[in-house]
């Protein structure tokens, strides 16, 4: 859902039909802080605890979550295969180097037991 133009107490408080100063009432401030209230959350810099407070005087509760843009164990998938490709490739230049080869299959054997192995480890997150 997106943010209305002028923020969500904004939008609430006119939706409401409440002046400004009855929302400054309410919180216990100036309607001038109120005003400030309303800017700071449209510039993204609102703490949570005055948003929190701003939706119970507007007769709400505050909902705030962190949505994956993907499943989680699609996330985890990925960044399991960045960390085992870099791994291999270290490990097929330092081959490379010595003159070692390993046949592909027993190499992509490998590489899919390094992704479940990896998927459940700390390491998945380590630079």
Excluded: F
Aim: negative net charge; aromatic residues 4%.
């Amino acid at each position: 859902m997106d943010t209305p133009n002028k923020g969500w107490i904004y939008a609430l408080r006119r939706a409401l039909l409440m002046p400004r100063s009855t929302l400054a009432s309410r919180l216990g401030i100036s309607g001038q802080a109120v005003a400030q209230l309303e800017r700071s959350e449209l510039d993204g810099r609102i703490r949570l605890d005055s948003l929190r407070r701003a939706a119970e005087a507007l007769d709400c509760h505050l909902v705030y979550a962190l949505v994956p843009n993907d499943t989680l164990e699609a996330v985890v998938d990925r960044r399991a295969r960045v960390v085992v490709d870099r791994d291999l490739q270290r490990t097929r230049h330092t081959m490379a180097i010595e003159d070692q080869t390993v046949d592909d299959a027993l190499a992509e054997l490998l590489a899919e037991e390094m992704l479940e192995t990896t998927k459940r480890s700390s390491a998945l997150w380590r630079e």
